[in-house]
């Protein structure tokens, strides 16, 4: 069983529309949850982080954690074709940040 | 100017060189990772320092030798690597590999391509 799994995609939304990332973990344990950001040939930056149930904003951006399901996801608002790049969820219990392989999104101007 | 940078940021090297990988933190950081990233796959942790102690070594063969002299500093040395070792080699740091809360932060990676 992998530890992070997503779906690898690509999803493509038209511009303007809600895109919305899925990501589940194995480790029951896991206490930090993060999305990254990575553009083609770029290192991934990060663009989000939650640690609670619930949801979080930031901008056009939110995090929603499930924990009970150890499910976390990532809502984009008003895609726009800048948007278009690999999404990373990563995981932390105590230890150093577990990747999932990504979810390339694409955005349709 | 982001707060992690790796040196060289392309690297071409045959299979019979050695060379190293170099980065740097200036985020105060006392946590230091090397991921590899090759094409298709996900992220692929290596190696963890944290204040300057190896804490994880994932099953990475020898040809790849790491070394951190302090906690803003973290080399990676490569001899007799193969062409499948071809990949972008990132550096990243994050506060403590204890806490619970602390996001990485990466460098902008090396290009490695090994012929």
């Known amino acids: 069983q992998k530890e992070v799994e997503q779906n690898s995609g690509p999803l493509s939304v038209p511009e303007g529309a809600i895109a919305s990332l899925n990501c589940t973990y194995s480790d029951r344990g896991s206490q930090s949850f993060f999305w990254y950001r990575q553009y083609s040939g770029k290192s991934p930056e990060l663009i989000m982080f939650i640690y609670s149930n619930g949801d979080k904003e930031d901008g056009r951006f939110t995090a929603q954690l499930n924990k009970a399901s150890q499910y976390v996801s990532l809502l984009i608002r008003d895609s726009q074709p800048s948007d278009s790049a690999t999404y990373l969820c990563?995981?932390?219990?105590?230890?150093?940040?577990?990747f999932g392989k990504g979810t390339r999104l694409s955005v349709i101007a | 100017e982001t707060g992690v940078t790796q040196t060289p940021r392309h690297l071409v090297m045959g299979m019979t060189n050695k060379k190293s990988l170099k980065c740097e933190q200036h985020l105060g950081h006392n946590a230091m990772y090397w991921y590899k990233q090759s094409a298709k796959k996900p992220l692929e942790l290596m190696f963890v320092y944290n204040f300057k102690e190896q804490t994880e070594n994932n099953s990475v063969p020898s040809r790849f030798s790491p070394e951190c002299p302090n906690s803003s500093h973290l080399f990676l040395h490569l001899h007799t690597l193969q062409p499948e070792d071809s990949a972008l080699y990132l550096c990243a740091s994050s506060g403590d590999t204890a806490g619970g809360n602390t996001e990485a932060f990466f460098g902008q990676g090396t290009r490695l391509t090994v012929v």
């Open positions: 990563a995981v932390k219990k105590g230890t150093p940040l577990v």
